[in-house]
């Protein structure tokens, strides 16, 4: 099915490891999005992808590092993992500019716990 | 810049009966609306969104919302709820700037429905 695919789904890391998170989306979509999702806090963007080749910051980067491999993938990397990352991990994608007020398109989440 | 506030954290409400959440945004300029819905363990679903035009706006699963520009109000109703629509709505503006269109979420409404 077309859509947001992330993996992994879940995943336990040690305080210091390292991890990258995968996205990729086969609608054609040129925007691509990170949010991370804590209880009563909505949801956050951390990085954002306006275009394949661009990256910028969102509301809370620090930790983070994001690549946009190409127009498909888009990925979220943690150098050294801490508790405070402990969350709920969604991508999304929309078509961006071109197109407005088009909706974004979220994947199911990777759930990840930091101990 | 642009805010989002869901004025109510949790709703209960029974079986069969109507319901309303409430959303106010706040933005310098023109915003698009959008409702959420995830359903639990999954990602974010699209019910319906407001570009310009008519404002009550209708999406799926028979829930529909009116844009109030002088109250900034995005409020989403549904007549009569069904035990599957339990779930967590969020309301989010999206507005144009540094390439992209970005989302703001508002914090989120857990509607439990009781039978």
């Known amino acids: 099915n077309a859509g947001v695919t992330q993996t992994p789904k879940f995943q336990v890391l040690k305080t210091g490891q390292s991890m990258t998170l995968q996205c990729a989306q086969d609608m054609n979509h040129n925007s691509m999005y990170w949010y991370r999702q804590d209880p009563g806090m909505g949801l956050r963007l951390i990085y954002y992808?306006?275009?394949?080749?661009?990256?910028d910051k969102g509301e809370v980067p620090n930790g983070y590092n994001v690549s946009r491999l190409n127009k498909r993938e888009f990925s979220l990397r943690l150098e050294s993992a801490a508790p405070s990352q402990t969350s709920v991990y969604f991508c999304?994608?929309?078509?961006?500019?071109?197109?407005?007020?088009?909706?974004?398109?979220f994947g199911d989440g990777t759930r990840l716990s930091i101990l | 810049a642009q805010s989002v506030t869901q004025l109510d954290s949790q709703v209960p409400v029974f079986e069969e009966a109507p319901v309303e959440l409430r959303c106010n945004y706040s933005s310098s300029v023109s915003v698009y609306l959008f409702w959420y819905v995830q359903y639990p363990n999954q990602g974010l679903q699209l019910l319906l969104k407001?570009?310009?035009?008519?404002?009550l706006v209708k999406g799926i699963n028979g829930f529909e919302a009116e844009f109030n520009k002088s109250q900034t109000s995005f409020h989403l109703r549904k007549p009569s709820v069904h035990i599957s629509d339990t779930a967590e709505y969020f309301c989010?503006?999206?507005?144009?700037?540094?390439?992209?269109?970005?989302?703001?979420f508002g914090k989120g409404t857990k509607l439990s429905v009781i039978p």
């Open positions: 989010a503006v999206s507005s144009y700037g540094a390439g992209s269109y970005q989302l703001t």
């Open positions: 992808s306006a275009s394949e080749g661009t990256t």
């Open positions: 407001y570009l310009s035009g008519s404002t």
């Open positions: 999304a994608s929309t078509f961006g500019k071109e197109t407005s007020g088009q909706p974004q398109h």
